[in-house]
């Protein structure tokens, strides 16, 4: 079993920053942050296997950026030039599945998520 715990949420100005942070009672090589705005589907923001970046939403590039410090945890969403359309709760989520680690990948561990709110 995996906890995942995010915090770092809160309401926000467009064009400020704000870092989401998630800790996982233990390591796991997959992680990922998700998002889910009113009425619309969740969507994958940024993953990471292990060290390596291997998934970024368009809609993000350039703006938002995933670290993951030596020890593993927590494993940090940092979002710059913050927009409106990024209002959503953000999900922190893992995968102990073997394989590979990008969009398609079924991640079997969440957080219970954080809210993020950007006005214009």
């Known amino acids: 079993q995996v906890q995942l715990m995010e915090s770092g949420g809160g309401s926000k100005q467009a064009g400020d920053s704000l870092t989401l942070e998630c800790r996982s009672s233990?390591?796991?090589?997959?992680m990922a942050w998700f998002r889910q705005a009113p009425g619309k589907e969740r969507e994958g923001v940024m993953i990471?296997?292990?060290?390596?970046?291997?998934y970024v939403a368009d809609s993000v590039k350039g703006r938002f950026s995933l670290a993951r410090p030596v020890e593993g945890n927590p494993v940090s969403l940092k979002m710059n030039r913050l927009e409106p359309q990024d209002t959503a709760m953000y999900y922190c989520?893992?995968?102990?599945?073997?394989?590979?680690?990008?969009?398609?990948?079924?991640?079997?561990?969440w957080g219970q998520g954080t809210q993020v709110t950007v006005s214009s």
């Open positions: 989520a893992a995968s102990s599945f073997a394989g590979t680690c990008n969009i398609t990948t079924p991640f079997n561990y």
């Open positions: 233990r390591y796991i090589q997959c």
């Open positions: 990471i296997s292990g060290y390596m970046l291997t």
